[in-house]
């Protein structure tokens, strides 16, 4: 197990079926540095035809010289594998790179190619050869290359996963808005499907407002929800019972005809709260409820 | 042993429960808030729990028979106060505390209380339609 030193995650590497020998790690550190413009050049140049200018080419060979120094480096600290100590900060390089790419949208095989497309230019580099202990290194090196780039990939996956988890939550918070529709009264527009964790959400969230604000009474518009299973019924009541035990209550509005089908289809009861068509509907429910509730407040208030 | 404080205003019991409610606690109350309707003729009590973390079956029931016995009392029991996460532990655990009238906060209890007896409203006919009435009927 190796620690991957960017993320902190520990990521297994795999067991290398080919290692490098030392000897090799340093024929190619040797071979790195003594092409590296050359190396580096048609390195971006593969690179860069993948990207489609989506990336300027100075910043392209800007970010492979430094792949290539990580490279050298590692091979030239004796790294026989990519999950040896001394490749530790190249695998940094490589989680910093995919973490960049993912970011920026580009696709997972972009982003391997970044890194795949490092073989290509040392097979240029090398050129002909019948050699065969230079063909056997080679296919050493290329084995570590490939492991770099599953790395690389792994990182990207991993990255594009937060962002996805970071996403949710914000659609999460963004979807559930907790509205003042006049004094004392407050309203939930719910909108999209009603899971169990969303559900949750604009229970919590209800609540808190009405103590926040002391209205005692919350309309919940279902306007927004594409279909109302037992399951969606449910939690909907929960909440209702919850605001209830505070002292508020709940009045249930925006129900569409289908919707209205299928509750009495499924057979939910709704019991004695009160159900709308529309929030005005509601609204006017609510205003009749504490019409003269209203007058005495704004005479206290004198 | 630790005892709430019953507070009287006007024609209310206020009871603000800031300390744990364990068994003995609750017993307690529901004596003294017996005694005390007796003693000052009170028609309303308030039982605030704002402060409460926990509120468990032991605790639902004792509010419930404190608010049948005041009842028996004539007088109206309001709980007031309850905190969110009390009420969706109290809804998941399936208990809905019946026979229990809820407000949000004190406020909306008193006047919860208020509209109930609106006979019995003094603190809040300040305005100028009933003040006359209410003069008259100042000794």
Redesign the interface.
Known sequence: MVKSARCGQVVWLGEAAVALSPDESGRFSDLLKEHADGLVARWAELVGAGLQGRMSRPELERQTRDLQKGFQQALAAGARDLKDEEAAELRAQLSELSSHRARQGFSANETAISVFALKDAVLDVLGDTDDINTLRAFVSFSAFIDRAALFTFDSYVRVRESLIADQTEQLLELSTPVVKLWDGVVAVPLVGTLDSARAQVVMERLLQTLVDTGSPYAIIDITGVPAVDTQVAQHILKTVVAARLMGADCIISGIRPQIAQTIVALGIEFGDIATKASLADALRYVLGQKSYKVVAAKRTER | MERVPVLKIGDILLVSIQIDMEDQVALQLQEDLADRIVTTGCHGVIIDISALDIVDSFVGRTLATIASVSRVLDAET???G???A???T???LGL??PGI?????V???I?MLA?SRPHLDVE?D??EDEADSAAVLAP
């Open positions: 309001v709980v007031v309850m905190r969110p009390v009420a969706i109290l809804v998941e809905s505390l009238r809820t407000a949000l906060n406020e909306l209890g006047e509209l809040f300040d305005d």
